[in-house]
């Protein structure tokens, strides 16, 4: 199997506070993870490349401050949102990309998504 | 460049009839071509893939084919069902920098009983 597991499914902050949002690859090691983000009935857009054991990979227009990335060991990465604001609100998705070994051909398996409301 | 385009953004079929998800891409040293299924709430599911080295692949009712000469790729999914009904996703690897998947803009298939 390849699965991908998210936590929380689902989290409400107020304004200023931080958010922290973990991804695990549940039976297989990843040293590449991303995390996503999506608006409604939009695709899927990237905002940072993690790997670990080194700093994360930002998109352009991605704030690193902002979003704070973590990936600490072949199957854990934690996205933390840090003086989240409304504008944060959405959809987060994360994915890890299968190793490359006798059983992955780098196929990226992707976490059930965290909804984050900020009010 | 990085860029796909996916065609239609909606799809709607009876229950039983074919659909098929058409893709466009730009990086012709691209060699990994995914899909995924994404029902509503839900994270993205890899369905099927092809790497540049075949033309085509299936499983059970759903097959995918690559045309690298014209940079196409599709998805066919036959004898459809309600449950298939979800938004479909083409993507490609790009080749250039990180091997980053690139993502189309989806497909919202409905299939009607």
């Known amino acids: 199997g390849a699965v991908v597991s998210q936590h929380p499914s689902r989290v409400i902050c107020k304004s200023g506070t931080s958010v922290k949002i973990e991804c695990r690859s549940l039976d297989f090691q990843a040293t590449t993870m991303f995390w996503y983000r999506q608006f409604p009935k939009q695709s899927l857009m990237l905002m940072a490349t993690s790997n670990e054991g080194s700093k994360a990979t930002y998109e352009q227009g991605v704030e690193k401050d902002k979003f704070l990335i973590n990936h600490a060991s072949l199957t854990l990465s934690t996205l933390t949102v840090t003086s989240a604001h409304p504008e944060d609100s959405s959809f987060y998705i994360c994915s890890a990309r299968k190793d490359i070994t006798g059983q992955g051909r780098g196929e990226q398996y992707f976490g059930p998504g965290t909804r984050l409301t900020v009010t | 460049g990085e860029n796909v385009e996916q065609h239609p953004s909606t799809l709607s079929v009876q229950e039983g009839d074919s659909a098929v998800i058409k893709c466009t891409y730009s990086d012709s040293a691209s060699n990994y071509f995914p899909w995924y299924k994404q029902e509503l709430g839900k994270g993205p599911q890899l369905i099927i893939d092809?790497?540049?080295?075949?033309g085509e692949k299936k499983d059970q009712r759903i097959a995918v084919t690559l045309n690298k000469t014209a940079k196409h790729f599709s998805l066919h999914i036959t004898e459809t069902q309600p449950e298939d009904s979800a938004v479909y996703f083409c993507?490609?690897?790009?080749?250039?920098?990180?091997?980053?998947?690139?993502f189309g803009a989806g497909t919202r298939l409905a299939v009607h009983p």
């Open positions: 993507a490609y690897l790009f080749s250039g920098g990180y091997n980053k998947l690139i």
């Open positions: 092809i790497r540049s080295n075949v």
